[in-house]
Nanobody, 122 residues
Framework: QVQLVESGGGLVQPGGSLRLSCAAS????????IGWFRQAPGKEREGVSCIRSSDGRSYYADSVQGRFTISRDNAKNTVYLQMNSLKPEDTAVYYC???????????????WGQGTQVTVSS
């Protein structure tokens, strides 16, 4: 079965850190450009980061630039999102997906997994 499964979310205080994982099964992840997306209540889903399969370059939304780092571990068939200096506005359900367009910003449609909840609150 081909799927991506997100994990690693939780409740963290402002300024804290979390590392999200996106584990692939049924296919080899490094052949695909992978994006991390998030959706906060009442807001559009948006792409916040992606890592390209072709050259490993990564891209970030302005809102997370300098705080989030995307990486991949091909041996583990997993992509990570290290999130530091978290802010309450980072609170959202986070999703990963294969995204050949490396979308940063609002995205419509698509097929999404369960996601992982990140809550930043004191």
């Amino acid at each position: 079965q081909v799927q991506l499964v997100e994990s690693g979310g939780g409740l963290v205080q402002p300024g804290g850190s979390l590392r999200l994982s996106c584990a692939a099964s049924g296919f080899t992840l490094d052949y695909y450009t992978i994006g991390w997306f998030r959706q906060a209540p009442g807001k559009e889903r948006e792409g916040v980061s992606c890592i390209r399969s072709s050259d490993g370059r990564s891209y970030y939304a302005d809102s997370v630039q300098g705080r989030f780092t995307i990486s991949r571990d091909n041996a583990k068939n997993t992509v990570y999102l290290q999130m530091n200096s978290l802010k309450p506005e980072d609170t959202a359900v986070y999703y990963c997906a294969a995204d050949e367009f490396c979308t940063i910003g609002p995205i419509e449609g698509g097929s999404w997994g369960q996601g992982t909840q990140v809550t930043v609150s004191s």
